[in-house]
């Protein structure tokens, strides 16, 4: 039985890691988290509880630049959960999120997993990023997408 999509509580840390390392299977986004929170560069952390174990997980931390934006990464989904539309449950409800606050957000990802959210990759296509513009994908309330340097925490370097 799948629960609200609600912030993560102090004490699941452990929990939220186990389930990164196996979702992505290994341990470079569990160091990210780890170092994102060491920094206080984590601006907020959901999670899908199922069952008794947390099924679902998405952080999302404070860009250097622009000023005021957010990065969404990492999202997960316990393998054993899955095709069974609980990514794009989460990542409704922070679309709806975004909305509501007008909040500015970056990801690195498929393009066919958050275009069908809302997120633009077209819109993203003129950002000056250290990562491939193809994968990197906007969502908020520009309607015109500008030319822009995007910074991100230094915690993100070597992943």
Not at 14 to 19: G, I
Not at 38 to 53: R, S
Not at 96 to 102: I, S, V
Request: net charge neutral; proline share 5%.
């Amino acid at each position: 039985m799948l629960d609200f999509v609600r912030p993560m509580k102090a004490g699941e840390e452990a929990e939220v890691s186990a389930l990164l390392e196996v979702a992505f299977g290994g341990t470079d986004e569990v160091r990210l988290v780890e170092r994102l929170r060491k920094a206080g560069a984590i601006a907020g952390e959901m999670v899908l509880p199922a069952g008794g174990v947390l099924a679902g997980y998405y952080a999302l931390s404070y860009m250097v630049a622009p000023k005021g934006w957010l990065c969404l990464a990492p999202v997960a989904v316990a393998p054993d959960w899955q095709g069974k539309g609980l990514g794009r449950r989460m990542m409704g409800q922070l679309v709806a999120w975004a909305e509501a606050t007008r909040a500015e957000i970056v990801v690195l990802g498929r393009s066919d997993l958050y275009e069908g959210v809302g997120f633009s990759r077209a819109k993203a296509e003129l950002f000056e990023t250290p990562y491939p513009v193809e994968h990197t994908m906007y969502y908020g309330p520009k309607s015109e997408a500008k030319a822009l340097k995007l910074g991100y925490h230094k915690a993100f370097e070597g992943v």
